[in-house]
C-alpha cells in the first residue's frame, strides 16, 4: 500500500527557499509517476510540478518554471521539491501524488490515486 508523507513546508520570506521532501512508505514502484500539487485557500487544488518514474522526465506549471525543481531519489522511496526564489502568491498547502499506472505526467489531480497529507508552505511579503 502506497503510504506518502510530505515534510518540509514552514514560513519564509520572499525571495528565500523550501525543500519539501515526500517519503513513501508504502510500496510505490519506482516506475510510478509521481507528483506535487497546491492549493490556496479559496482556490483549486493545482499542478505544480511531476516526474516520470525514473525520473528522466519532469513537467512544471509555467508558474513556477525556472523556480522549482523536482527530483527522486527511488533508493530512498523519495521525492522532492525544491522551491526557490519563493513569491507570496506560491502560499499553499503542498501535496505529494503518485499515479498507480501509466507513464504520462498529468497535470490533472484526478489521475492520480495517492496522496499524502499536504504540508504547508507560507511566503511573507
Known amino acids: 500500500q502506497v503510504q506518502l508523507v510530505e515534510s518540509g513546508g514552514g514560513l519564509v520570506q520572499a525571495g528565500g527557499s523550501l525543500r519539501l521532501s515526500c517519503a513513501d512508505s508504502g510500496r510505490t514502484s519506482s516506475r510510478n509517476v509521481m507528483g506535487w500539487f497546491r492549493q490556496a485557500p479559496g482556490k483549486e487544488r493545482e499542478f505544480v510540478a511531476g516526474i516520470s518514474g525514473y525520473g528522466r522526465n519532469t513537467n512544471y506549471a509555467d508558474s513556477v518554471k525556472g523556480r522549482f525543481t523536482i527530483s527522486r531519489d527511488n533508493a530512498a522511496n523519495t521525492v522532492y521539491l525544491q522551491m526557490d526564489s519563493l513569491k507570496p502568491e506560491d502560499t499553499a498547502v503542498y501535496y505529494c501524488?503518485?499515479?498507480?499506472?501509466?507513464?504520462?505526467?498529468?497535470?490533472?489531480?484526478?489521475?492520480?490515486?495517492?496522496w499524502g497529507q499536504g504540508t504547508r508552505v507560507t511566503v511573507s511579503s
Open positions: 501524488a503518485a499515479r498507480s499506472s501509466g507513464i504520462v505526467l498529468s497535470l490533472r489531480w484526478d489521475d492520480y490515486a495517492y
